[in-house]
């Protein structure tokens, strides 16, 4: 009895350590999405049969961690380490200005760890709630996410644009898999992949066209201005309250807990809505700086945390555009993990871990990531953005992608799936680029294809 | 020969050293890819298994290639280290004041904040910033109206 829980466990532990050093790295990058990053790595976990808990604790620390190393760049290079991070990037830049830097981002990454360890008690407690309902969601789960994907479209930059693309873009999809259903090919990895990575696949067409190449010609290299290091008390491993004064922990709690709970939104609306909140009560200058990119990155974890967790443990269907994005594979990672459009019938983490497990390995997660990223952040930061700025040519992360296409592509379905993800890619890319149509309502698009049409014929 | 820089995917790149960073990475990763499917099909019993963990062989591979690539093309980055100074301060109380109009007051703050603040030397900053305020109160209501304009 002991003996098998141990084992678990052990894995479980490793799996964090593993996907929290992984993104940790990433986070220092700029601009590395986390959609893009997160989703292809957690699926490579999934299908290299790796156990459930080991699964979860490496998606939540690689997330976690990711979203405390993306501090570095924003705060001092002034440039967004991802896509949550461009809400910060106001307060972040004038703290800059005012030549604190390092405050912004010890205050970003202290309002992580606060954040991070209230998020996944909370999420726990609202999945639970919410668990009553799940049957009932779960059979008319072909409409809710109909309903899902219209509302993530209309609340998107492209309003109406968005919610009517959904429908050529769901053709699409459906034509794609009659095209490789006639040679025996059924994807579902080619179609995430091509939607993450569609921007660069859009910018790499774009490149090729003699009118686009010249609005992207640039006459001089970019200047990224990098504030220096400075040497900041509290030790190797400071008290994040202590980082923080009472009133910027007590922003972040409260934050952290309304984030929980607002699941169904999208992480980035909630980052920027949370941070009005609290600036507006908040009426000095600098404090009302500090205090809103602490709150705002706290917001940037718990609503990972909570939109990963809270489907998983109450419906098992991806629910939340985190879920449908980032943590898909989680939900559906054909053959492991499968959800069954017509009957509701769901075989992923959701059945295989109890609530209690949900919560337990998700503290683990945490714990793991914020004792390996936060002392990092907090001590080497300086000297990764400097690397990372010197050392690491954005060819060589274009190389990265590109490399991951064909190799993921041609793994699942040879040059079908090849084919399947430019071609998903491009026009993803592209309607992002146009419409506003953007990543999260490309994947429900993805959902209604896969789930709500099949139940319609 | 001038290199032609773009901006693609949100940083700049020159075309030339892109093509060949891609060209290194196709290679790179599918070799790796294919070498590793020929052998583990041979080795590993289950051939799903055998092609995940091909799979994984091919994302290393692809960071193989990233790797190489970096090592090869240098980043296009000018990179600055930029130390704010403190003549440039004032002009960000102007850049915030348009921002959020009122600054606010240092007697509204509590001790830790007014000791960080202190400790960053940002507080005489923002105590001259009062004083003056006080001393001039007719400019800075005027300055306040043309702010909450500009805001809109």
Known sequence: MIAPLLEQIVIALGMGILGAVIFAGIGLISGSDETTTLAPLTLLVVLLGVPAPGVLTFFLAGAVAKHMTHAVPTALLGIPGDTLATPLMREANLLRKLGVPHIALRKMISGAVIAALIAVPMAVLFAVMLAPFGDAIKRSAPWIFLAAAIAIAWFSKGRLAAVLALIPFVLIILGLQALTGQFGVKLSVSYFLGIAIGPLIAALFALLAPDERRSMRRSEVRTFSLSPDVKSAGGYFPNPLKVLDSQQSRWTAITAVISSATFVFSPVAMTVILGELVGSRIKHVYHRLTTVITARNGVTESTYIAEALIPLIAFGLPLSPVAAGPAAPLFNAPPRFTVDSATGEVHNLHTLLSTWEFFGYGMLAVIVAILIAYPFTMNYAYRAASWVTRKISHEAVIATFVGLILVIGIWEGGLLGLLVIVTVGLLGGFLSRFLGFNIGVQFMGYYTAVLTVPALL | ?152
Not at chain 2, 50 to 56: D, N
Request: charged share 20%; net charge negative; with cysteine.
């Open chain 2, 1 to 152: 020969m001038k290199p032609e820089l773009y901006e693609v995917w949100g940083d700049t790149v020159d075309a030339r050293h892109l093509v060949y960073a891609i060209g290194i990475g196709a290679v790179v990763s599918l070799s790796a890819f294919f070498v590793a499917q020929h052998f583990l099909l041979m080795w590993v019993e289950s051939a799903q298994m055998a092609r995940a963990y091909a799979m994984l062989v091919g994302i290393l591979g692809c960071l193989a290639g990233g790797a190489i690539s970096a090592t090869l093309f240098k980043p296009k980055r000018h990179v600055v280290e930029h130390q704010a100074d403190p003549a440039w301060r004032a002009q960000v109380l102007v850049e915030l004041q348009n921002e959020f109009g009122d600054l606010g007051r240092l007697a509204d703050l509590p001790p830790e904040t007014v000791a960080e603040l202190r400790e960053m030397d940002l507080y005489d900053l923002f105590a001259n910033y009062e004083k003056d305020l006080a001393a001039a109160p007719v400019a800075d209501a005027a300055s306040g109206l043309s702010v909450s304009g500009s805001r809109s």
